[in-house]
């Protein structure tokens, strides 16, 4: 079925992926970690075009990509909540802060590991 372009479906659909891009910007200009995440990613497909690497090693390369920014842009998410909710110092605040740090790190560790157990057999045989 195809929509209209005047069609008000149409036209939230299109707002939808704005607004989505418009959080994209948000996080890219206002957070150094997700850059930083980013240029990760970023340099981790390049080793991936370079190495050769198998179909399934793309994908797992792809979603790890995947889960690490998106889990740094949720973490993003509930630093600025808990900013607007309490401005202020509160120590339930800053232990919700850290366990949402926290998942952050779990997620990139995970990621580190695997891209090593991914690209160190091809790092050998090229040395």
Known sequence: MKL???SPKRQSCLK??????????????NERNFRTHLLLGILAIFACFFFEVTVQEWIAVLLLIA???SIEALNTCIEYLCDYVSPEYHSMIKKIKDVAAG?????????????????????KGIL
């Open 67 to 69: 889960v690490v920014l």
């Open 103 to 123: 998942a952050v790190l779990l997620c990139a560790i995970i990621a580190i590991v695997i891209a090593c157990i991914i690209f160190i057999p091809y790092i």
């Open 16 to 29: 939808s992926f704005a607004v989505a891009f418009h959080g994209l910007k948000i996080i890219f200009v």
């Open 4 to 6: 209209d372009p005047n």
